[in-house]
């Protein structure tokens, strides 16, 4: 049995040392970049942090490690001098909302999916209470015109309480960790994630959200439309191999190996890590590791968390 390593909490926690040098690999911020039209974007430091330059305020989609608030402010301040007005949060992860509580205020509001409120609002842990001013179920309109935000929400996937995070005026998206790193996504069951679900929610965003060119993943860079519905069709791929190699016996192993003989894969199972995710490995054992949960999941067994494997484990 492969070893089942590391849970979120503890990676988080031992990267809130410093914003600039954070640890596990895991790099600073860097400069704000443009989208498209309004919409900007913050790598580093945990989490991509959406900028959304509205008429008399800013949305924050997301705010990093804990200890980031003055490093995102800087950024921001590069392309606009209005103050922050709203914090939308694509899930509860504290690399997501770590910052919540130093940017937030009496005049900015914070808006979650009703199960990532729960949780951030829940007592106790290392990152304590973060307050949801806002919380939707399937389905929320903010504000109108060029201003106008979406907010989805079509299921289980990373955790239960993923939002996409839709700017129509300028045909983007902001999709969380569901999307993250353009590779299947880390599983976290212990707040609502399922692999078994994901393909569902995925190719339910895919033909129920219009109008969308350029999609912000959780980590990592920005996405046409079509990559992401690469995306979706890999992870449907892989659920759907999960199961057929279940069913006929066969292993974890054979299932990739299965997955492998597609070339039209091959950039979701590569072997080689991506800057800023030295802590979690490669596509392929990203791919190997949830191929593992699906399993888990299929068995009716309790699915673990797991954040990577040892090296020397990693499939070639």
Do not use: C
């Not at 390593?5 to 503890?10: E, R």
């Not at 965003?205 to 920005?222: R, S």
Request: no cysteine.
């Amino acid at each position: 049995m492969m070893k089942r390593i590391a849970v979120l909490g503890a990676l988080v926690v031992s990267g809130l040392a410093a914003v600039g040098v954070t640890a596990q690999g895991l790099p600073g911020i860097t400069e704000i970049e443009q989208v498209n039209g309004n919409v900007y974007k913050i790598w580093g430091a945990g989490g991509n942090t959406t900028v959304f330059v509205r008429e008399n305020d800013v949305v924050l989609i997301d705010t990093k490690l804990p200890n980031s608030g003055e490093a995102i402010l800087a950024e921001v301040r590069k392309v606009t001098d209005l103050p922050i007005g709203m914090i939308i949060n694509t899930h509860s992860h504290p690399d997501h909302m770590g910052s919540n509580n130093e940017l937030s205020g009496d005049s900015v509001e914070v808006v979650a999916h009703l199960n990532s409120k729960n949780r951030m609002e829940a007592e106790g842990g290392p990152f304590g209470v973060s307050e949801v001013d806002t919380a939707f179920s399937t389905f929320m309109e903010i504000g109108e015109g060029d201003d106008r935000i979406e907010l989805y929400h079509f299921g289980a996937g990373h955790t239960d309480g993923d939002a996409f995070v839709v700017f129509p005026n300028d045909r983007t998206m902001a999709a969380g960790d569901i999307y993250a790193w353009h590779m299947s996504p880390l599983i976290d069951p212990g707040s609502g994630g399922s692999m078994l679900a994901l393909p569902t929610t995925l190719t339910a965003a895919y033909y129920g959200i219009d109008g969308v060119d350029h999609v912000i993943q959780g980590h990592g860079d920005v996405s046409s439309w079509e990559e992401f519905g690469s995306f979706v069709q890999f992870n449907r791929a892989l659920v759907q191999t999960a199961e057929q190699t279940l069913q006929f016996g066969g292993d974890e192993r054979a299932a990739l190996d299965a997955l492998d003989d597609n070339p039209g894969w091959a950039i979701f199972l590569g072997t080689e890590v991506k800057p800023g995710l030295e802590y979690g490995g490669s596509p392929k054992s990203r791919a190997l590791i949830n191929i593992m949960v699906a399993f888990a999941e299929l068995r009716g067994e309790e699915a673990p968390l797991i954040m990577g494997l040892p090296r020397e484990e990693w499939p070639e």
